[in-house]
């Protein structure tokens, strides 16, 4: 057998078949012009995307290789920019695509190689939620771990906030995955710093499995700390990327990796975020994706919570505080109601009316007759009498040579 990128594909994906058991919903021409155009036109290209679905994936990718695109869809694209106010720029963009072109097969053998799987749009394995984001659905995406990630994001929580967490936060994080997990519920993040490895590692400490959405390849490890518990995460949920193996993470891949983690899960749940923060970014993706927000809360004096209270001023997030609350406004209605916060129980909180407004009559150190309890109470003698026999009984009151007056343990 030929090495696979001596074939046009075929040996490439044939191998992820066999090892992954994946269908062949996607034909191999498709599978290959989704790899091609996964190389040559960055994650979320509007252009690319209405090029797709204007012409369909194989023919996008020939065009785009050979950098020269449809006449009509080019004259589309420049009344579009102009009524924009923007200069069109597609003969510039059609040049950058044919230029990054790559072997599809080379790439397809090389994600094999490094233990990564492929799925694209129609896979079995590909989340339908992400078509959500029309011209923006990323044209597939690498998987390096044991999880399937269409089942794993059926129930599924996206939390994110601040790289530059508090302990405070990191906790909160840590304790709403870990409260989500026993819910059986999937935490996607983001594999960052602070508030998305709090977030990863209370999901790993339940058994439940976490999906890490890279801004670069899966075989790249970014940050380089989280090696470890990128490893952990490929043992027990999966790392996800739509950028190709050895692609560096940039500052927009960054911004554009997290409409993926608003549009994978049901909601969001924003830990901490200052005013500028790139989980705010993701929040507005919820928002847009009508998927459910939610805010922590935090001291108002700090910085690293002023995003999270404006979005819930705003009224854009619903205050949540514990994985209770979080699952009953994203689970299934009456299935997943959290449970309603009471105060502690008192012994006086099974009192009718008029044993209650008796008992308040009842002064605390100097006693008093019925009678003058009956006044101050507002209820009719014999009441006054059968509410203080009650009450006694009780262990509320006693009587005393002096009158009736509170047990002194009562009196607090």
Not at 4 to 30: T, W
Not at 137 to 158: D, E, I, K, M, T
């Amino acid at each position: 057998m030929e090495p696979p990128s001596k074939q046009p594909g075929g040996s490439a994906i044939a191998c992820l078949s066999d090892d992954r058991g994946r269908a062949d919903h996607v034909s191999e021409p498709e599978t290959l012009a989704y790899v091609a155009i996964m190389r040559m036109a960055e994650p979320g290209d509007h252009v690319m995307g209405r090029l797709i679905r204007r012409c369909g994936v194989v023919a996008a990718a020939d065009q785009a290789r050979r950098g020269v695109i449809d006449p009509e869809f080019v004259s589309e694209e420049t009344r579009r920019a102009r009524a924009a106010g923007r200069l069109p720029t597609l003969e510039r963009l059609a040049a950058s695509w044919a230029a990054r072109y790559t072997d599809p097969a080379r790439d397809l053998a090389e994600g094999r190689e490094r233990g990564a799987r492929l799925v694209v749009p129609g896979d079995p394995e590909w989340p339908t939620q992400l078509d959500d984001l029309g011209d923006t659905r990323p044209y597939g995406l690498w998987l390096h771990g044991q999880v399937n990630l269409r089942f794993a994001c059926l129930r599924s929580v996206a939390i994110v906030g601040a790289r530059a967490a508090t302990a405070y936060g990191v906790q909160v994080a840590s304790e709403l995955a870990s409260g989500l997990g026993d819910r059986r519920w999937t935490v996607i993040s983001g594999g960052a710093y602070g508030i998305d490895a709090a977030a990863h590692r209370g999901a790993l400490a339940s058994g439940m499995p976490t999906v890490v959405v890279l801004a670069c390849g899966t075989d790249v490890c970014y940050p380089t700390a989280h090696q470890d518990l990128f490893r952990v995460v490929r043992s027990q949920g999966v790392v996800i990327s739509e950028v190709p193996m050895g692609s560096r993470p940039t500052r927009p891949r960054f911004l554009v990796r997290n409409r993926l983690i608003a549009a994978l899960s049901r909601g969001t749940v924003v830990v901490q975020a200052a005013v500028r923060s790139g989980a705010l970014n993701t929040a507005t993706h919820a928002n847009e994706l009508n998927r459910h927000l939610m805010a922590v809360p935090g001291p108002i004096t700090l910085e690293v919570s002023e995003g999270c209270h404006d979005l819930i001023r705003q009224g854009r997030a619903v205050c949540v505080t514990s994985a209770q609350e979080i699952t009953e406004l994203v689970g299934t209605i009456g299935g997943d109601l959290a449970l309603v916060r009471r105060g502690p129980a008192h012994p006086r909180d099974g009192l009718n009316d008029e044993t209650r407004r008796v008992l308040e009559a009842v002064p605390t150190r100097v006693g008093a007759g019925p009678a003058a309890i009956a006044v101050s109470a507002g209820v009719d003698l014999s009441t006054a009498l059968s509410c203080l026999g009650a009450l006694a009984v009780a262990g509320f009151v006693e009587q005393t040579d002096r009158g009736w007056r509170l047990r002194r343990e009562q009196e607090a």
